[in-house]
């Protein structure tokens, strides 16, 4: 299994991955407002898209997000975020997620970002411990509530000058 970009012609791919992937766990209905938002995410060219791919295909994914193209959660330079990690439901189990995890710290580490931050659901507890043991902390400060009733909960990691 090797960890790359995203070519431009895998990103509907990518997108479809990650919709499988949180439908599968519950955390995202076919009728949900996020679930186009999820699909298109880096297909504008905001970001980098990184592909787990083993065999030729694809298995897992990632996105890295510096400021200012981050979301609610970046707030200057020096700062990036996570997004959409996700892990194809059959391949699950192998230590994909955390490649991933480590390849984007690597990555945002060559970028001279100096805190990696990511947003994630309270009920995402398998990803919770995936961030934990990269290093990742929770950040309170930084959580953010899209809208009434729902919180999603931050994490963040200092990474070395």
Same mark, same amino acid.
């Given at each position: 299994?090797?960890?790359?970009?995203?070519?431009?012609?895998?990103?509907?791919?990518?997108?479809?991955?990650?919709? @499988?992937?949180?439908?599968?766990?519950?955390?995202?209905?076919? /009728?949900? =407002?996020?679930?186009?938002?999820?699909?298109?995410? %880096?297909?504008? =060219?905001? =970001?980098?898209?990184? /592909?787990?791919?083993?065999?030729?295909?694809?298995?897992?994914?990632?996105?890295?997000?510096?400021?200012?193209? %981050?979301?609610?959660?970046?707030?200057?330079?020096?700062?990036?975020?996570?997004?959409?990690?996700?892990?194809?439901?059959?391949?699950? =189990?192998? %230590?994909?997620?955390?490649?991933?995890? @480590?390849?984007?710290?690597?990555? @945002?580490?060559?970028?001279?970002?100096?805190?990696?931050?990511?947003?994630?659901?309270?009920?995402?507890? /398998? @990803?919770?411990?995936?961030?934990?043991?990269?290093?990742?902390?929770?950040?309170?400060?930084?959580?953010?509530?899209?809208?009434?009733?729902?919180?999603?909960?931050?994490?963040?990691? /200092?990474?070395?000058?």
């Amino acid at each position: 299994m090797i960890v790359r970009d995203a070519r431009p012609d895998e990103l509907a791919d990518v997108g479809d991955l990650r919709v @499988a992937a949180y439908q599968e766990d519950g955390f995202l209905t076919a /009728a949900s =407002g996020y679930t186009p938002i999820l699909h298109a995410l %880096g297909a504008d =060219g905001a =970001g980098e898209v990184l /592909a787990a791919v083993d065999g030729g295909q694809i298995v897992g994914t990632i996105m890295l997000l510096a400021w200012p193209d %981050g979301g609610q959660l970046t707030r200057g330079p020096g700062e990036a975020e996570i997004r959409a990690l996700a892990v194809a439901p059959h391949a699950r =189990g192998r %230590g994909i997620g955390a490649a991933l995890v @480590a390849a984007v710290i690597e990555r @945002a580490a060559r970028r001279a970002i100096r805190q990696l931050l990511l947003l994630t659901l309270p009920e995402m507890h /398998a @990803a919770h411990r995936l961030y934990a043991e990269a290093g990742f902390v929770r950040r309170p400060d930084r959580d953010w509530s899209p809208r009434p009733g729902e919180t999603l909960l931050a994490y963040g990691l /200092a990474l070395a000058p």
